[in-house]
């Protein structure tokens, strides 16, 4: 603590902000909290743990005592649905947290001296986060669909990838649970707060739909099919469902509504992360 | 050199800065004073470009904050809010603000060192007292080696070891030819610290001059007088601007006349003088006398 000398100059020559430095700083950000990685690691055993819990339950009482049961009876979403649904809760808190923790505790603060452009920092932590979630969860839901079936198999009620429609469901949950954390994230640079962000997030999920149903016909089927995702029929859930039902949007239709949700929230945050104070 | 033009701030009905014309120059420290709620946390964060002013500007080297190529360079601010994600290690912190610059580890790791930090360095900040937060502070404002540095309340949480070496560092960063703007409400602080004084209340400007003008223009002048025949003296203190105070037997303070000039007085009358003392009146003073009417919470005194 005694008078060392600062350097001058010298040593920092060069020194300024660049978009690939931004994007270093942001896995920096990412990589150095140990709540990412606790709810990345809960994510992902969300995903995989009830794909082997749903497989392993409905193997062990197969067949069905409703016939009709065995025959609707879809292997892939039983591998991949369970994760999906819970999973999106946490993927969805992972990306609000990664945004509200800097709110939160005054780091953004900090974080918009060094990048006073604001936008920056946004796109950067958008893609970080996005490419990193595109790798662990895409994936994470193929390793629950294998394992799904690896145990589905022993009654012989197993599918495969080539079957009609399942290697692009597969895929989907992964996508799917990508978007999900991308509108976390969304809702957390626009409202700003940990707790206003997820239970915004959650309510669109989970309560929107079951408000849905109270309205007269045909309109809950109307409704539900253009929200964002959380249950079936949504547009999001399309995206991973091997046959999405009459109501409901194709599979491309529904990742373009999911995708459209998730542009409209972050250009709103954008435009108000330029003009609000910080 | 900090340039601020007619810089006003607003937050619904209240005006937290009003007006502020002011240049900070290099090489000095400049104490930036006022009571608490006088508008000194609003006018950093306008600088850094967190706030956007609501009229007029401020620009940091010439140009607009918000346009630097590389803010941290340019500018290095510690904060009175506290500003770093509490889960995160120091060295971390420092890493994550460093990489937007491109900065590297080395420079991380030295500043760790400057401040004292190098054995916490990958702890939680979570954990750190409040002096430990205030050198990480500090750490992240050098981080940029940067030519202007704002300090906002710096001595915050600090112990009188602390402030001793904040005071040092003030002094030499500013003798390195850098612009330092330091704001507090301890004037005490200020007097050990800055050369310079901008005062403000109420979000105005009231002063904006060198600290030992300051407290020479705020304070009236006494001057205190003991003598054998202090009455044939008070006779002759005769004139529109002098006071004489009776404080004791045989002592006086005189208002409106330099202690030389009493001194020449009784010397050409032959009177004879026990004592003539200048009263030095404080920073701390001249601040109360200055800032006295605009001070924004006045404490009420129950009745």
Known sequence: MTAATIERRSPLDGVRVTFPRILRSEWIRFRSLRSSWITLGITVALIIGLAVLACWGRESHWPPRDPGEALSFNPTLQSIGPGAVFGQLAVGVLGVLLVTGEYATGMVRATMAAVPRRLPVLVARIVVFAALMLIVLVPSVFVAFFLGQDLLSTKNIDTTLSAPHVLRAVFGGGIYLVGIGLLGMGLGWLLRHTAGAIATLFGILLIVPLLAHFLPDPWPDNVIKWLPGGVGGTAGVAVWDTHPGAHSLGPWAGFGVLMGYVALVLIAAAALLRSRDV | MIEMTGLTKRYGD????????????????????????????????????????????????????????????????????????????ARNHLLALAASHGIGASRVDSLLELVGLTEVARKRVGAFSLGMGQRLGIAAALLGDPAVLLFDEPANGLDPEGIRWIRQLLRRLAGEGRTVFVSSHVMSEMALTADHLIVVGRGRLIADMPVDEFVRRGTRHQVRVRSPRLADLVALLQGPDVTVRDVAPGVVEVDGMTSDAIGELAASKRIPLHELAPLEASLEEAFMEVTGDSVEYHAEVAE
Do not use: C, Q, W
């Open chain 2, 14 to 89: 209240k005006t937290a800065v009003d007006g502020l014309t002011v240049t900070v120059r290099p090489g000095v420290v400049t104490g930036f004073l006022g009571p608490n709620g006088a508008g000194k946390s609003t006018t950093m964060r306008l600088i850094l470009g967190l706030d956007r002013p609501t009229k007029g500007g401020v620009t940091v080297n010439g140009r607009r904050y918000d346009r630097l190529a590389a803010p941290l360079h340019e500018v290095g601010a510690l904060l009175e809010a506290r500003s770093v994600h509490s889960g995160r290690s």
